[in-house]
């Protein structure tokens, strides 16, 4: 296979503990042909087998990972896993509180929130597309890490942009038969039955209503930014980025 530049990676911008690394690959510096060029991590999308492979393990090494991460078999749903394994079945979330184990998911549109409180003695992962969102695997994650809501903070990766997430009258309905506040996340489209939804603001607003108030992240668009992002909307046929988050307090 052919020599890769170094990984793409972008960190959080949160005041997470100093032995907390937390964010997102990008979609540069691994070994994978177009389409899922160059840097996939998804093992369900396509890639030849050891592309994938080959790219988990330029992750691990660059990164400087523990452990292998936790990968998870997700399925839209608010499964929560410990990430110290093993972990088995489908789950669309983990947590962490053994220094070696590494928290994941994997994204291409999809929201990825990353967890950790404010003593890094624990964290995880979420993966939260519409459905795990309207579903509530954040509130499962946040129960799961047993901690108190105001010790925690979250990270929103990158996400699809509101001005590009459009979705039907089953999507609004989803969020506001559960909370009439979260009306104020969509837009209504010129047809009928459509509208543009902001998922950033679903997810920091189920955050809250569970006492989780220090969030940070939101704000990019994954269909947006090709050169450093897969998108599912964009080009169906394409990779996934992983967002990651593991403690450097046992090394």
């Known amino acids: 296979m052919p020599k890769a530049e170094p990984i793409g990676f972008l960190a959080a911008e949160w005041p997470a503990p100093s032995h907390i690394r937390a964010g997102t690959t990008l979609r540069t510096g691994g070994v994978s ?66 220094d070696d184990a590494v928290c994941a998911v994997l994204t291409a549109d999809c929201l990825p929130v990353l967890f950790c409180d404010v003593d890094g003695s624990c964290w995880g992962a979420a993966h939260a597309g519409w459905r795990g969102l309207a579903g509530g695997v954040l509130e499962a994650t946040v129960a799961a890490l047993a901690a ?80 450093r992002f897969y998108s599912y909307r964009r080009e169906p046929r394409t990779g996934r980025m992983a967002s990651l988050i593991w403690s450097t307090a046992g090394g």
């Open 148 to 227: 108190p809501a105001d010790r925690l903070m979250a990270w929103l990766g990158p996400s699809i942009g509101a001005h590009n997430f459009e979705v039907g009258e089953d999507v609004r309905a989803a969020f506001c038969d559960h909370a009439a506040s979260d009306a104020g996340a969509f837009t209504a489209r010129e047809t009928p039955g459509k509208y543009l939804a902001d998922i950033y603001a679903l997810a920091r607003a189920r955050l809250e209503r569970t006492g989780v108030t220090a969030i940070y992240g939101g704000g990019l668009c994954t269909i947006d930014d090709a050169a």
């Open 33 to 98: 042909a177009p389409p899922f060029d160059s840097f996939n991590l998804g093992d369900r999308a396509g890639d030849e087998p050891a592309a994938v492979a080959a790219n988990r393990q330029r992750l691990r090494e660059q990164l400087a990972l523990p452990d292998e991460p936790a990968w998870l078999y997700q399925v839209h749903g608010n499964r929560v896993v410990d990430a110290a394994g093993p972990v088995e079945g489908e789950a669309d979330a983990s947590v962490a509180r053994d």
